[in-house]
Every structure is written in C-alpha cells, then in structure tokens.
C-alpha cells in the first residue's frame, strides 16, 4: 500500500508535540512581504499577528532587509558575545538619540539575551539585588515569559503547570478592573502592605504589563498605572513594566507606558525591537540600579549584531519623528470603530484595545477558536488570548495598509456571521 504524505507530516513525525500555532494554521508558509504569508502552494494569507509582534514593520522589511543584506556582504560582524562592534555602537547611539534622549528618559542598556523572559529574568534578578529583598508582586492574568523566574510572576495556570515545580517569591494582586469597579484601586495590596499580620514579604518590584496581551488585551488606564507608580514609591518598591509585546510602538508611543506619565525604574524590551523577527532584548534601568558586577548576568547569543544593524534601520526608519505614532493612532481609531459595530451587531461580544492591538471577547470561549478557524479558511491570521482563550487578538503590523486593515476587518467579520 503506497503511504500517502500531507504537507505537514515531515513536521508531524519529526516535531515535537509541544508545536502550537501550526496546528491553527495547518499549511506550510513559504514566502512573506509585508502584511502578508503564501504557502508553499500559493496561497495568500494576511497577517494580523505579526510574528506575536515581533514584526511591528511587517515581513522583510525593505528597508530593513536592504540594512542587513549590506552588511552581511561586508562580513560585518555576526557574533560578539557582549564584545564592543560597530554594529551595537550604532545601535546605542541611535537608540539614546532617537528614543531615550527624546523622553528624558534616564535608562542604561542592558543586552541580557535574546529572548524576551530572559529581559524578565534579569529584570527580576536585578530588584532583587538592588533591595536586598526576593518577593516580587505582579497580576492577574499577567504573562511574562516561559521560564521558571518568568513563569512565577505569570498568572496562567497552564504555562504555570509546565513549570513542575513549586513557583515561588512572586505574588498576584488584581490587575486594573479585575474586580469590576467594586473595589477602590489596590486597598487590598495597600492594605497587606501596611499590615505587619498580612503575610504579605516586603516586596522588592511590582512587574505589570499596561496592557495584557496573552492574558485578553486588559487595558490598564492611565490613572491605575499612575497610582501604581506612586504606590511603589511610597513603599519603596520598584516598578517594573514588561513593554516585550506592547512596546516599539504597538500601542502608539514608542513606550507604552508613556500615555500614563509614568517613568518606570526597569523596563523591558524584546519582539519587534529588532523590527525584522531577530531575536533581540533589551533590559532598561535607572543608573543607581546598575549594580552588576561583570558577567553577573550573561548569555551567549546576547550580541546578535545583525539585529543591532535591522534595530538600528528601523528607529531611523520609524521613530525619526512622530509619523509612526500619529499613524498607528490614527488606525487605531478605524479599527475601533469597526470592532464597536462588530460587537453591536452580535450578542455576547466586546471589544478593547489601544493603539494596534484589539482583542473581541466571546462569553463563549469556543466561539473565539471557530472566529479564528473561520478566519484562517479566509485567508486571515488571528489568535486567541485570555485564560480560556476567549479572545481574538488582532496584532496587525504598524505598516498595514488601510486597505489591508479593512480587508482583514471585513474577513473578520464574515468570521463572526458565520459562528453565531
């Protein structure tokens, strides 16, 4: 009998079972431009998850690409360990020019590895270090990344599962709204902090995201992140926030915590930092908080140069002036508008967001996997979020087009009909 193969099953043999969202999208991708992804049959999908937003300037980037590929021919360092390059000087530069400097923002630079829990990790770490104290308080339905410091400060029972051991020092306070507007912002957190019988250690750092991404796109307002802030400072506590997924501009600002007028003590930086899917992060800290000593934190791919070279093209590209925020706000607003009919017409549904990231909240989690099934068999990529998965999270690039923005809108819509 001749064994008939599928696209996938090289995949389904070799790969672990851990794979996820090739089971959502079950074909194999070939070519990406843009907004855009064709399998290896053709096919055009559009894409509003953008790498989980890692690609706020799109696939292959023309510009950034163009950066990349010249210096690559020139044999331009690839890998440098924390060594001094060309490549991460100009980076430096254009970021304290471009980003720092613009803000009045303080921060050193720190390169603590690739990956976005590893920014986290030496986040944590360093408040640690810094106040001489280990508990770390964060919130509900946080998300800060897969390994075992990350997954402690991380709300989601099942990543907390894979953990299999015990998570500990970190401790969950509700985030903005958790308690439906019947509870004065953080009485309870204030309250265990004032408290000498609470159980409640001193915490080092607060770590908050100012808007939940995998947790269900929960928007933090500004007044909450400001008394938050203030919080902190009264009990002198460190304010960490994680920008990994909402920084680079997803929510408008470069920051995301800008609107709120917060200056954080720790902040951290990864996905579209390096603006071309380069694996790239950045830990950012007040100077007194630079307490290292010399290979204290470190990691070997943590001088990825040729991400130094795609970062650096896409803040001179992007964030030159105010072109990008004014944009993406502008969008913004178009698909607020859009995701508010959505949700008027159809029982059972909400919408939240800022800036490009929106998610639509279904009473019935098993809905948002048909939208997002529907979705896919259109030829749009969307994902769930929330605990239950309850909520399609729209992650389209800062470049879309607005034609391309109501393309995707209109599919999703045709989604929606379609599941009720």
Not at 37 to 43: F, P, Q, V
Not at 65 to 79: I, N, Q, S
Not at 121 to 139: C, H, P, Q, Y
Not at 398 to 416: M, Q
Request: proline share 5%.
């Amino acid at each position: 009998m001749t064994t008939i193969e599928t696209p996938l099953s090289t995949f389904e043999l070799l790969e672990s079972e851990v794979r996820s969202y090739c089971r959502g999208w079950p074909v194999v991708f070939d070519q990406a431009r843009g907004s855009h992804l064709w399998s290896e049959d053709g096919r055009r999908y559009l894409d509003f998850f953008a790498g989980a937003g890692s690609l706020n300037y799109g696939h292959n980037n023309p510009v950034l690409k163009r950066a990349l590929l010249d210096y690559l021919e020139r044999d331009g360092v690839t890998h440098g360990l924390d060594m001094a390059t060309t490549a991460k000087r100009a980076f430096l530069e254009s970021f304290h020019d471009l980003v720092l400097k613009p803000r009045d923002l303080p921060y050193k630079v720190m390169f603590p590895g690739p990956t976005g829990t590893n920014a986290v990790e030496s986040a944590l770490k360093l408040a640690r270090k810094a106040k001489g104290r280990e508990s770390v308080v964060s919130f509900t339905n946080a998300f800060h990344g897969m390994t075992l410091g990350s997954l402690a400060v991380t709300g989601n029972a099942f990543k907390r599962a894979g953990a299999g051991i015990p998570l500990v020092h970190g401790t969950p306070m509700p985030f903005d709204d958790y308690l439906d507007g019947q509870v004065p912002d953080f009485l309870w957190f204030e309250r265990l902090l004032a408290d000498t019988g609470s159980g409640l250690n001193h915490p080092a750092a607060v770590i908050v995201e100012t808007v939940q991404g995998e947790g269900g796109i929960n928007v933090a307002r500004p007044e909450w992140l400001r008394g938050l802030a203030a919080l902190c400072a009264r009990h002198d506590m460190l304010l960490i926030v994680d920008d990994i997924q909402m920084g680079c501009g997803r929510t408008g600002s470069f920051f995301s915590f800008e609107e709120a007028g917060i200056t954080p003590d720790i902040v951290t930086v990864s996905k579209s930092i390096s603006g071309y899917g380069l694996p790239m992060a950045l830990t950012l800290f007040r100077p007194e908080l630079d307490l290292w000593e010399p290979g204290e934190h470190n990691g070997t791919f943590r001088g990825n140069n040729p991400a130094f070279v795609t970062a650096t093209a896409a803040l001179h590209a992007y964030w030159a002036d105010q072109e990008t925020e004014l944009r993406t706000r502008r969008l913004g607003e178009l698909v607020e508008q859009r995701l508010l009919a959505l949700c008027a017409e159809h029982t059972g549904t909400s919408c939240r967001g800022r800036g490009l990231v929106w998610g639509v909240e279904f009473e019935d989690p098993a809905r948002a996997s048909e939208v997002c099934a529907r979705a896919f068999e259109r030829g749009l990529l969307l994902e769930t979020s929330g605990p239950e998965g309850e909520v399609v999270k729209l992650l389209p690039a800062l470049t879309v087009s607005e034609a391309e923005l109501d393309e995707g809108l209109d599919i999703l819509d045709r989604a929606v009909r379609a599941s009720d």
